[in-house]
């Protein structure tokens, strides 16, 4: 097989959608899933290249420029009668790549397939719509040739053939996430495509999945050979805020007497609004007013974050927030929070603005009758004047509470063991006037944008390949 794939080359015909007889004037669009991939490709940490020929229209040519600009990608001119200058221009421009050079082409252009099959390269063909293979479309090998029906196949495809080259030594990586989560993830180096060197619940009782995380689910369940990193029964009691506020309540085994206490915050489920004992249940639970409210389900929905900060009781029954909810203990904490990111064996921590005491949020609220502040937590967050944020310090001015790195390093670990996820983070505030470090939320596979990329991407990748070979081994 050779070198893994260390370049890509997209021929035009698999990026401008084609065009009918009488539309020959019309403007060139480009196909479906072409933009997804030029994204996908942009940080795949392999050179990426677009190629025309010289009777493509001067529009055309514009279009695919712009397109190669956008991404950051060259243009080289290659046609059947031009692929020795074309291979000579790619090999200037790209030098020792340290690997093969890939090119994808449309069966459209059968013309050039005699060539491109004697000139060493790795030659994938998309079929055209109709043309699809009855093996449901998957990439298939067929003479010196690779097959896909989708431009979505590609990423796939090269992980397939890298894997080959490296003769299976090396593992792939599949994820789901939201498209602007992968963005930041991929920018960050954290999803390449050339092989990186790196030293039990019912859940349909409880969490209802998207219909795609189901079918990935039913998918990795007739995958005997797939390695998943965090399965989904390990993620459930993160999406479920009652679950993990359960959890945290062992927390109370790490305290020694004379040092800081770590705990949960005190909560109460709520499954209507309207109950008639709801205050007296409030305050069996140590809960004081006043308290932010949050739907038990954590993400994967509709206003999974929609989340209030309640500062009297009547004020719940024409509550917004979706239920079942999770009312919880408002923690005054100077407006500063520690996100805290777990990534395998190693803790990163990073401090934050955040909402303020609970007496400048009753100022705030008092100009609209004291009614419950209603924000998402995604986009916008109550927050404190600078006289409050402590900035990145380590204490607290007002209390001279400090973060205890080791007693929160203790609780990571001991989360990690509890939960048996390998990528999660969570975050704490100090209350004060006790002193008392209050675990507040938790959630999986966060950005950690804080920690700086030099030292989260090795540290993600490393995670990963420990328990890929930890799994792997039984």
């Known amino acids: 097989m050779g ?116 000139c060493g390269w790795l030659v994938v063909v998309l079929r055209s719509l109709g043309q699809e ?29 890298n894997r080959k080259a490296l003769r299976n030594t090396a593992a792939t990586v599949g994820y789901v996430m939201k498209p602007s989560r992968e963005e930041d993830f991929a920018k960050r180096g954290a999803f ?15 969490v209802a999945y998207t219909r795609g995380m189901r079918e990935l689910q039913r998918y990795m369940e007739h995958q005997p050979d797939c390695c998943v990193i965090d399965p989904f029964n390990n993620i459930y009691p993160v999406v479920d805020r009652l679950k993990i506020q359960e ?8 305290n020694t007497e004379g040092h800081c206490t770590i705990r949960a915050p005190h909560f109460l489920k709520v499954d209507n609004f309207h109950e008639h004992d709801l205050v007296q249940r409030l305050s069996e639970a140590k809960l004081s007013l006043p308290s932010i409210v949050k739907p038990q389900v954590a993400c994967g929905v509709a206003n999974a974050h929609t989340m209030a900060i309640v500062f009297r ?14 009312v919880q203990e408002y923690v005054d904490h100077s407006s500063t929070l520690y996100k805290f990111y777990v990534l395998g064996e190693k803790v990163f921590y990073a401090v934050k603005k955040s909402t303020p005491n609970a007496d400048i949020l009753m100022k705030l609220s008092e100009s609209n009758g004291l009614k419950p502040l209603v924000f998402d937590s995604l986009k916008s967050l109550p927050t404190g004047g600078e006289d409050q944020h402590r900035g990145d310090s380590n204490c607290s001015k007002a209390t001279n509470h400090c973060i205890d790195l080791e007693l929160v390093t203790d609780a990571a670990n001991w989360l990690m063991r509890m939960l048996d996820l390998t990528i999660f983070g969570f975050d704490v505030v100090i209350q004060e006037c006790t002193g008392d470090h209050v675990i507040v939320d938790v959630n999986y596979l966060p950005s950690f944008k804080e920690v700086p990329d030099d030292i989260a991407i090795p540290a993600f990748w490393s995670a990963i390949k420990k328990k890929f070979e930890s799994r792997k081994s039984k």
């Open 3 to 118: 070198a893994a794939v260390g370049g890509v080359i997209l021929d035009e015909s698999v990026l401008l959608a084609p065009q009918h007889d009488d539309d020959l004037h019309a403007n060139s669009s480009v196909q479906s899933g072409a933009e997804s991939l030029l994204r996908k490709l942009r940080h795949s940490k392999i050179r990426v290249g677009i190629s025309y020929g010289l009777d493509l229209s001067d529009h055309k040519v514009s279009l695919l420029k712009r397109m190669a600009t956008l991404y950051s990608y060259d243009c080289f001119i290659l046609n059947a009668s031009s692929l020795d200058d074309a291979q000579n221009e790619i090999f200037l421009a790209w030098g020792d790549i340290g690997g093969s050079i890939l090119y994808l082409v449309s069966d459209k252009k059968k013309e050039v397939f005699p060539k491109l099959s004697n």
């Open 133 to 161: 293979s009855a093996d449901g479309g998957s990439a298939c090998e067929y003479s010196s040739m690779v097959y896909i029906n989708k431009l979505e196949e590609l990423p796939l495809t090269v992980c397939h053939l």
């Open 192 to 206: 390449p495509l050339y092989p990186t060197q790196n030293g039990s619940s019912n859940l349909s009782e409880r």
């Open 247 to 254: 959890i945290l309540l062992g927390l109370e085994n790490l």
């Open 313 to 326: 009781t009547e004020d719940f029954k024409d509550l917004s927030v979706p239920l079942p909810a999770v």
